[in-house]
């Protein structure tokens, strides 16, 4: 079992251009989550998918637009990067519900400039 | 929303040494998680636990759903305890994980 992989590790994008970015699990959970991490911060909810075709928002949506056409991936997009979007961002999943354990992947890092 | 405070925000140890970290939350909570993130940015799932006391090696945990908080344990500390420490909660009624701002571990040698 792999857990939760994302990609890609690391990227640096100019302000304006657009990016994917792609996590996938291998745990069969219903639910997938983005999150994206400011220094000295804890963690923000982005976006995230109760199930296969559905996607909702959450703390922080603006600027970015997700999508879940297959169970075991969870694509996080930026059509026009901006430096404010320069952060950490994380991918979980859980099983079923909100309330059961998440499990995180190892989170990318993006720069932009 | 759901308020999460965590205290202290800094701590300092000597290795070998206990501590008691802490989580104030302020709404009744269905899911309480406990994190780890090293110095290279991982998230180590640590405990979950919305309820009752949980033990694993030298850290354990207990929740008191009832009064609203939260103690992480850490026993005879090493240095590679030292990072951050997240506690995160979903309010009832809400499906938002809500992370605190963390607790920053540094132990010496």
């Known amino acids: 079992n792999a857990g939760v992989t994302q990609t890609p590790k690391f990227r640096v994008l100019k302000t304006g251009q657009s990016m994917t970015l792609l996590c996938a699990q291998d745990?069969?959970?219903?639910?997938m989550y983005w999150y994206r991490q400011d220094p000295g911060m804890g963690l923000r909810l982005i976006h995230y998918s109760v199930g296969e075709g559905t996607t909702a928002k959450g703390e922080v949506p603006d600027g970015y637009n997700v999508s879940r056409l297959k169970k075991q991936n969870f694509l996080l997009g930026l059509e026009s990067a901006a430096p404010s979007q320069t952060s950490v961002y994380f991918c979980?999943?859980?099983?079923?519900?909100?309330?059961?354990?998440?499990?995180f992947g190892p989170g990318t890092r993006l720069t932009v400039t | 929303g759901i308020q999460v405070e965590q205290s202290p925000p800094d701590l300092i140890l000597q290795e070998g040494a206990n501590s008691t970290l802490r989580c104030n939350f302020s709404d009744s909570v269905n899911n309480l998680q406990w994190f780890h993130q090293n110095p290279w940015g991982q998230l180590i799932n640590l405990f979950y636990i919305p309820s009752g006391t949980k033990q694993n090696g030298r850290l354990s945990a207990t929740t008191v759903a009832t009064e609203r908080y939260s103690l992480l344990y850490i026993s005879s500390s090493q240095t590679t305890d030292s990072g951050v420490y997240f506690c995160?909660?979903?309010?009832?009624?809400?499906?938002?994980?809500?992370f605190g701002t963390g607790t920053r571990l540094q132990v010496f040698p």
């Open positions: 745990m069969n959970h219903e639910y």
């Open positions: 995160a909660v979903v309010a009832y009624n809400t499906d938002k994980l809500i």
């Open positions: 979980a999943s859980s099983w079923r519900e909100t309330y059961d354990q998440q499990y």
